[in-house]
């Protein structure tokens, strides 16, 4: 039965969000102030020199831990607590066990009720909860239909990818982006379009 | 993007901060430490026993915010993070254990979704090591409104005032309840109102957060470079000073004939010789709707990096916040009575 | 030029100067007093029975000099004219009459061809009328050789010093003599060089004086926005303080191990972020070289409008200029020991 | 016998001077501080609203005092306190006589003395001297030369012009430009190009 290495996808989140971050950037200084691509870039690189520090040993729950601990240590602005939180949360429901399917969508749904409740988003507000929600659900659904995991996670990514475009038209109520009112129309948001390539990274962590 | 294709003074863009805090320190130490591991500001003297410490922090490129209002009179700490991103909790807590005299520890945080999530993140650390740790929110632009549908109203100018006010408070001994006090007296009785002539180059993106043509301006604006509530064309300075003047006294609501604090800023782009055209222009404005300018801050104290734009803070007196002003202070931007 | 087609907070700009004096007079009406028919900005307890009294002045445009200047311990009068423009005799008159103490006046004089002609025929007025005017010229910029073939160097950062010590001389009861003395000892002891990174935009000229794409810079550069005196790629912090200290040492030739003032100034338009980035790597040049770093002063204080860019003044310490450098003053941009 | 109406040359030079202002200011930004067409055009504005306020007996030579000790008063700069001083020198030759060819001639000869002695100037050194040395000697030749007025005038302006166009490839010894080194080579020296439209104004203000 297929499960995720930690290790590999945050080596895999890491390596996409430095190749998107001019992009992300891009979002965040339309409807931000320009430091979304560079955040995350200093935090992932934080977490997998983290993670290569760390004993083998230890367990996937811990190490996810280690990686949100390491985001909240190296990012802060907005994206840290909220992705460090995440990261805790699921390392916390993962425990010892492997990061297999049922695993992931536990992990999946504890990150993101760390984030709503850290940040108090609901679905349209035009957040990364915007595709995080969805990509949680969609992880759900094909685990609880007996899916391979790769296939969850391949609907998870396509779910996030969707839930992005959709906060394309709406107008920001939490975040930065809220201070824009109207202006936020017509932007996609930079948290959500980063969520979509830490979920879509999942899916080349995959390892048994 | 390469150092050398901005028109900027830095080696490393990853590395300006860290390298700022080292000039900071050699130029300023007499007043203050840096610890360059942490990136933290610390006042030279701390931590003083039983006097109430106040910590402040925020993303870097609103120099002389806040590592520039280190020192006596005013905070006994900073955490400066990257450009225009908030510190971290990690940087919080050391800053608030090194200053702590026992009397409790004080946190200004500017109402932005990040500073505050990493604030609460950091009291918590703090209550953990049992520090007493009182935060006050400050949010006192009024460009936007406080609602459900926004993440609330900005924290700006009064950050400033309320830093030496309540600095004041604390040196002169005031426990951590009355200093805390101070501080959202500030944020109660203060309000603010900014426009940009022109965008800002944070050194890791390269290039202007936005654009702006000339005899343009961006309306109600924050301090991270985002661009505002609205644009316009750009009017005269009496418009522009006629315009703040509205927006801020029509949402603070002064007493009749009110003495106030009239904090005149350049967001970092706008010389000396402008400001003090608008600053005039204010000035006109606030006395012809009956209120007494009593006490005056005007130049440069809280920027965007080299953003053209000023902004206006207009805080309502009372005796005891003017006493608390004219307190000595002792910092590298601010420094009287010492 | 229309005002809202410059990114400029103005009305019209023929008369910038004279509503930014407005501004200036009702910030700081507790040190200061302007003359708005004259344009003279004038310390508020002028006249100074028995000191002898400093007066200065310029163009515009380098706020705070010179009316930032004005005050206790240091200048008493100041004559702001048009940007970037000498004034004229009649303001250096009617400011050496409201001064005078009847202990001499000293003319501060930085070396341009308008301005040494003007306060020359100032002088001579003033002789007519019985004030004993001794007048010192500031010549520390060291990009341009002092030969038959130039005008001459330029009066540039050491103004600034030249004026706070000799301010600090006259406050402490020195005659005449003594107080120009200092003045010249400061001129003969000092050193500078800048840089800029961008041109800056006089109100009346309404675009910028010349053209420098990003990723260049001038090299030797004066206050007046004109171009320097080469043009060179724009290295890192690094690079720049290491040319900004090899030739201003190399001209001073400083005793070694001597102790320094370094004064890092922004030309308006580069950040504190910058700017304390610079001055960090202008210390570590200087220490490498020996000489002891012993009094700074960092941030804007001998601007071009809004030109990104940076000088370094360094002057050669004794104990009497670092004493006289902590003397109280108390000017809009300057403050300490009051 | 035609002379030269001191009124009417102010008058002309102002409105000659504000045309000219802007080419000023850019010939002062190449090689200074972008400032000489403001300063003159406010200088000569307040020339002729001194002129206008003054006695219509006031004789020509206290009438060029009058315009020098405006423009000191009012110019600063550079050229300020030199045209300032030109014309003091001038009107004190001129006297109380009409300011016929030979008066002219020796009016420029004194008004460029005053000139050099203030700024110690010399021909070649790239500023208004350049103009104004061959202007003056050109008007000279002509006056002793028994030419009409107008056509010495001319004459004058031609030199001015010629003088004005040779200061193009030297470089500065004198004056803000003199900073910028060689860089100052292929520009037109802003004081001489104003030097050429004041002469040049001469034409324009004969009377008799
Ligand atoms: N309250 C919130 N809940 C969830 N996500 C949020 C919230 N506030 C902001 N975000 C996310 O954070 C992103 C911005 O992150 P970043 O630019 O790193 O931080 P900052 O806004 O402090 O500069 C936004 O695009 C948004 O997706
Ligand atoms: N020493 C001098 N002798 C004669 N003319 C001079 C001298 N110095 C400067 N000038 C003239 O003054 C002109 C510049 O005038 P202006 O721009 O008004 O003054 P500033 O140089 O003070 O800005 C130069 O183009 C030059 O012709
Ligand atoms: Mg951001
Ligand atoms: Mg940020
Ligand atoms: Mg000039
Ligand atoms: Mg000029």
Not at chain 1, 96 to 124: K, M, Q
Not at chain 2, 134 to 145: F, G, N, P, T, Y
Request: some cysteine; overall charge negative.
């Amino acid at each position: 039965m297929s499960s995720v290495s930690v290790d590999a996808w945050m080596q895999e989140a890491s390596t996409v969000i430095t190749a998107n971050a001019e992009r992300l950037t891009e979002l965040d200084s339309a409807i931000g102030d320009g430091d979304h691509g560079t955040n995350l870039t200093r935090g992932f690189r934080a977490v997998i020199e983290a993670l290569a520090a760390a004993e083998d040993e230890l367990p996937p729950g811990r190490r996810l831990i280690l990686a949100g601990k390491t985001l909240v240590s190296k990012v802060g602005g907005a994206s840290g607590p909220l992705w460090g939180t995440a990261l805790r949360r699921a390392g916390r429901s993962v425990g010892d066990a492997a990061l297999d399917g049922p695993a992931l969508a536990d992990a999946l749904d504890a990150a993101l009720a760390g984030v709503v409740e850290l940040g108090s988003a609901e679905v349209g507000d035009k957040t990364m909860v915007d595709a995080l929600t969805p990509a949680t659900q969609a992880l759900r659904t094909a685990v609880e239909a007996g899916e391979p995991l790769a296939d969850a996670i391949t609907a998870a990514a396509d779910a996030a990818a969707e839930g992005a475009r959709s906060t394309v038209p709406l107008q920001a109520r939490k975040g930065r982006a809220s201070y824009l009112g109207e202006r936020s129309i017509g932007h996609e948001d930079p948290g959500a379009a980063s969520t979509v390539l830490i979920i879509t990274a999942l899916g080349r962590a995959l390892e048994g | 993007m390469a150092t050398s294709s901005m028109r900027k003074l830095l080696n490393d863009p990853e590395n300006v901060v860290r390298e700022s805090l080292a000039g900071l320190a050699v130029a300023h130490g007499d007043i203050l430490t840096v610890d360059l591991a942490t990136q933290i500001v610390v006042r030279a003297d701390a931590p003083r026993s039983g006097k109430v410490a106040l910590v402040s922090g925020g993303g870097a490129g609103h120099e002389p915010m806040h590592g520039g209002f280190v020192g006596r009179g005013m905070l006994d700490a900073a955490c400066p993070g990257a450009v225009f991103t908030s510190p971290v909790p990690d940087q919080m807590l050391a800053a608030t254990t090194a200053v702590d005299g026992g009397a409790g520890v004080v946190h200004i945080v500017k109402n932005y979704t990040g500073d505050v999530m990493n604030f609460k993140l950091a009291a918590e650390d703090a209550a953990d090591e049992g520090i007493e740790v009182e935060s006050v929110l400050i949010d006192d632009d009024v460009a936007v409104q406080d609602s459900l549908y926004t993440a609330g109203r900005r924290g700006v100018g009064a950050t400033v005032l309320a830093e030496k006010l309540a600095g004041a408070a604390a040196e002169r001994g005031d426990d951590v309840a009355a200093v805390a006090g101070i501080a959202r007296r500030v944020n109660e009785r203060a309000r603010s109102f900014g426009i940009a002539l022109s965008s800002c180059i944070p050194p890791s993106a390269g290039k202007p957060i936005f654009d702006l043509p000339a005899g343009e301006m961006e309306v109600g604006i924050g301090i991270h470079g985002e661009p505002g509530r609205r644009r316009e064309p750009l009017g005269t300075a009496r418009e522009v000073a006629a315009e703040l003047v509205e927006a801020v006294v029509s949402d603070l609501a002064p007493a009749d004939g009110a003495e106030v604090l009239v904090f005149t800023n350049s967001m970092g782009g706008t010389p000396l010789l402008e400001l003090y055209v608008l600053h005039g222009e204010i000035e006109r404005e606030l006395t012809e709707r009956g209120l007494r300018p009593a006490r005056r801050l005007v130049g440069p104290f809280i920027t965007s990096l080299e953003m053209a734009g000023a902004s206006l803070t207009v805080l309502e007196l009372d005796d005891e916040l003017a006493a608390l002003w004219d307190a000595p202070v002792h910092t590298a931007a601010l420094r009287w009575g010492v």
